[in-house]
């Protein structure tokens, strides 16, 4: 995405997202929760379309914490496909509370959604390749697709590319050492 060190600046939504959280390693299981679900979310949409409705979409979803998504039911499911605030798409909402029981499986057996991202950084004794973890999250969660994969992890330090290296923000990325920099 790395026309989007031009597009972002000065941008009320992109700007702030740009310079302060795409590509910056993560390890907070709500915020990593979070990034995965606004991926779903931004599937044949605009990426603007979902950071506008961002905070509607955190109100709606319990802050993202995948522990109280999981508990979602019928009844909160129905809730949301009512919300004209929030993004409602029946396969996105679905996807997105059968991830919250997916990532709570997870941390069950890693600890942390975090904990399971890193124990997965390697296929073997090499660095996991884009179409690895592709695999392996079309295994493992709902409504996964390549691209959405793609900038799941590039948005997490977990892949690169989500900076061109003469973007001011680059440097500051490096010096926090993202995994796609170790390996």
């Not at 992109?14 to 990034?35: C, Q, S």
């Not at 977990?158 to 440097?171: K, N």
Request: charged share 25%; proline share 7%; aromatic share 12%.
């Amino acid at each position: 995405m790395n026309w989007y060190c031009d597009a972002a600046p000065g941008n009320p939504f992109h700007a702030p997202y740009h310079d302060g959280e795409y590509g910056f390693p993560v390890d907070d299981d709500v915020v990593l929760f979070e990034r995965l679900c606004l991926e779903i979310f931004q599937a044949g949409l605009s990426w603007l379309i979902v950071l506008k409705r961002r905070e509607s979409l955190r109100a709606a979803f319990a802050g993202f914490d995948p522990a109280r998504v999981a508990l979602f039911g019928e009844e909160e499911r129905q809730r949301l496909l009512g919300d004209p605030a929030v993004i409602r798409n029946r396969r996105k909402i679905d996807a997105v509370i059968g991830n919250a029981r997916r990532v709570q499986a997870l941390r069950g057996g890693h600890g942390s959604f975090a904990g399971w991202l890193e124990s997965r950084r390697l296929d073997g004794e090499a660095p996991r390749t884009k179409e690895s973890w592709v695999a392996l999250f079309r295994s493992t969660f709902l409504f996964m697709g390549p691209e959405l994969v793609n900038e799941f992890l590039m948005s997490i330090g977990i892949l690169p590319g989500a900076h061109r290296e003469d973007c001011p923000v680059f440097g500051r990325i490096a010096k926090l050492s993202p995994p796609w920099m170790r390996e």
